[in-house]
């Protein structure tokens, strides 16, 4: 008997329908002998709505405690959908409980709309789990020391449903998604594009860290950190499935490097249209300026990907970085208001109108001329690279937005990703 958690997206929780299906699909797992902690999302589309109806009341809720409400109203639409497959569940015949975040408890920092967990206590679940029944949790979402309840930012349910896992030390975490598994990239701009049966927990979070939308980085991080077995899956199976054919399936995030892994330079393709770039011109070149220039935007919880800072001239340079599209007003402001006057910058420029093209592999590490590749296949095809950011195994661009499709399948053919049986 194994101990597992399965996670189910939105879209697997769009409908009654749809939540019998899980339900007869975990009741299949339990009657085969497993215990199972199941942690869904809300119904498809149900937090955009909520969220959108706080917008019509406050279009600008900014502040702390209007953010403290954000996330007592998004928090509802899990809430919904465990009760609602708990009675699934018990409409099967099997004992089953829900439970919010803050019952288990699920204990986050006070980051409003994106918390962090900082611990789990699983005494309570595991009673639950040794006297037979199945064990529902809200994903998303948690508790602060103060008792306020806290969500976790967008795809959070992937994040607690690891996390609950790694907490449980669960045999393995299973996230049934509307995608069948990893591919090499976005099959709706390549079609050729393969399933992967098998990748690195490496090659796993720089894909989700540059934009590949199938696993949330944080729910990879928190799989790499306490080494989860975790297995990307498709909820659109048949649920009577044979258990082992479905335990098979989809992708195996693995943590184990070995010599068929080494031999995929590139394993795969990822892109971020969500981001936007902002420039700070003419800044004083003198030590800390970096910090004087960030730390206020950090301070605000705004997140920074790519930076560049250009060579200096007559004691002046610039300096350039990414944010979230969502975050690029507010960075703007920022800057403007208070940034700027404070170090003497002589102006600010931002273009929403960008993306970042990624390619991935941990192959990378002991292939010359990758990057090479990359920089010839966009040249070859009259695309400018505006910022370039690397790591062991990556390589990162950002483009004009415009291009991003044409960069993503002219790198997926350069290095053959489409070319072969599935890795």
């Known amino acids: 008997m194994a101990l597992i958690v399965h996670k189910y997206g939105g879209t697997s929780m769009g409908s009654t329908e749809r939540i019998r299906s899980v ?10 002998g497993h215990q199972i902690v199941v942690v869904p999302s809300a119904m ?14 406050m279009p600008n809720a900014s502040t702390p405690e209007a953010m403290r409400e954000l996330d007592a109203v998004a928090a509802t639409g899990e809430q919904v ?17 829900s439970y919010g975040g803050w019952q288990v408890p699920i204990k986050t920092d006070s980051a409003f709309t994106k918390a962090r967990i900082t611990h789990i206590d699983d005494t309570r679940v595991r009673a639950d789990l040794a006297a037979g029944r199945v064990v529902v949790i809200t994903g998303f979402q948690g508790i602060d020391e103060q008792g306020n309840v806290t969500t976790l930012g967008r795809g959070g349910s992937d994040t607690s449903a690891v996390a609950v896992a790694a907490a449980m030390k669960a045999d393995e975490c299973l996230i049934y998604t509307d995608v069948d598994g990893v ?10 594009a393969r399933r992967l049966s098998t990748i690195s927990f ?61 031999q995929a330079v590139v394993a795969g393709i990822a892109f971020n249209r969500d981001e936007a770039k902002i420039s700070i011109i003419g800044v004083p070149d003198k030590p800390g300026i970096a910090f004087q220039l960030l730390g206020p935007v950090a301070e605000a919880n705004i997140d920074v990907d790519v930076i560049i800072q250009n060579v200096s001239h007559d004691g002046r340079t610039d300096f350039s970085f990414t944010v979230h599209r969502n975050d690029y007003a507010r960075a703007m402001d920022l800057l403007q208001s208070r940034v700027l006057p404070a170090v003497g910058a002589a102006k600010v420029l931002g273009d929403a109108k960008i993306c970042k093209v ?27 690279i505006q910022m ?20 993503v399948r002219a790198l997926h053919k350069a290095f053959g990703l489409e070319q072969g049986a599935t890795a």
């Open 202 to 262: 490496e090659e796993m979070l720089e894909l989700a860290s540059q934009g590949s939308k199938v696993l949330q980085i944080r729910s990879v991080e928190f799989a790499g950190k306490y080494r989860v077995p975790t297995r990307v899956l498709s909820s659109f199976t048949p649920w009577d499935i044979p258990l082992e054919e479905e335990a098979a399936s989809g992708t195996l995030i693995t943590f184990e490097e070995d010599e068929k892994m080494e």
């Open 183 to 192: 591919y090499t990239t976005d099959p709706r701009i390549v079609p050729e």
């Open 23 to 32: 339900a007869q699909r975990v009741a299949k797992w339990v009657r085969a």
């Open 81 to 97: 959908s465990v009760g609602l497959l708990a009675l699934a569940l018990q409409a099967q015949g099997l004992q089953a409980v």
């Open 358 to 384: 990624s390619i991935v592999g941990i192959g990378m590490k002991s292939h010359v001329g990758v990057a090479a590749t990359m920089f010839r296949t966009l040249s070859e095809e009259g695309i400018n």
């Open 388 to 407: 370039i950011t690397t790591s062991e195994i990556k390589t990162s661009v950002v483009i004009d937005e415009k291009y991003m499709e044409l960069a």
């Open 44 to 57: 498809s589309g149900e937090t955009n709505r909520l969220l959108g109806l706080a917008k019509e009341l």
